[in-house]
């Protein structure tokens, strides 16, 4: 069997772009729970289109993230060189959190997948929670970060970080949180 998807035809190629960009515009304004009827609308659409190329929401918030939390893996990959492991780790959080922020209801639909292997999220979450990983482990050996964290309660934190940046005014917001947290995190 044949698995792999063919070509898409000009006119889908169309609509299968301006799907994704209107799902940019939804979820950053109205986030990831954003009216799938409104998207199709907004993209010239109708919902059956919409469905035909992502069947699911996930399949669309997945399609819409994945170049940025590849980005984010691939961000962690390069953090790893970094003279200072816990100045790394910091700096890989601080920039998931950003993303993690720029749609309201992401990081608790991020919570919810890092344990659903079907998810269309899984894949890109995991590789993600696999790069800040490896970014602990080597501030842990440091001696900068605490050795009792785990990479779960550290995502959770980052995440919980997210939602709470979004109910603070000003752009310095979760900057200001990550500091906080960082100072419980560091070694004693």
Request: proline residues 3%; glycine residues 8%; contains cysteine.
């Amino acid at each position: 069997m044949d698995t792999e998807k063919k070509p898409l035809r000009a006119d889908a190629r169309r609509n299968y772009e301006r799907l994704l960009e209107e799902a940019r515009h939804a979820f950053a304004a109205h986030g990831v729970e954003a009216s799938l009827e409104e998207i199709a609308r907004r993209a010239g659409v109708g919902i059956g289109t919409l469905y035909r190329h992502f069947p699911t929401r996930e399949a669309l918030v997945e399609t819409v993230l994945r170049d940025r939390f590849d980005g984010q893996a691939a961000k962690a990959r390069e953090l790893l060189d970094s003279p200072e492991p816990l100045d790394a780790l910091r700096t890989w959080l601080a920039g998931m959190g950003a993303e993690s922020a720029r749609y309201r209801g992401l990081p608790e639909l991020m919570v919810d997948v890092l344990d659903d292997e079907t998810s269309p999220l899984y894949a890109s979450c995991h590789a993600m929670r696999d790069g800040v990983s490896h970014l602990m482990e080597r501030a842990k050996v440091s001696g900068g970060l605490r050795a009792d964290v785990t990479v779960d309660e550290l995502l959770v934190l980052l995440h919980a970080l997210s939602w709470a940046s979004e109910h603070l005014s000003g752009d310095k917001g979760l900057e200001r949180l990550v500091d906080l947290v960082f100072a419980g995190l560091r070694a004693s």
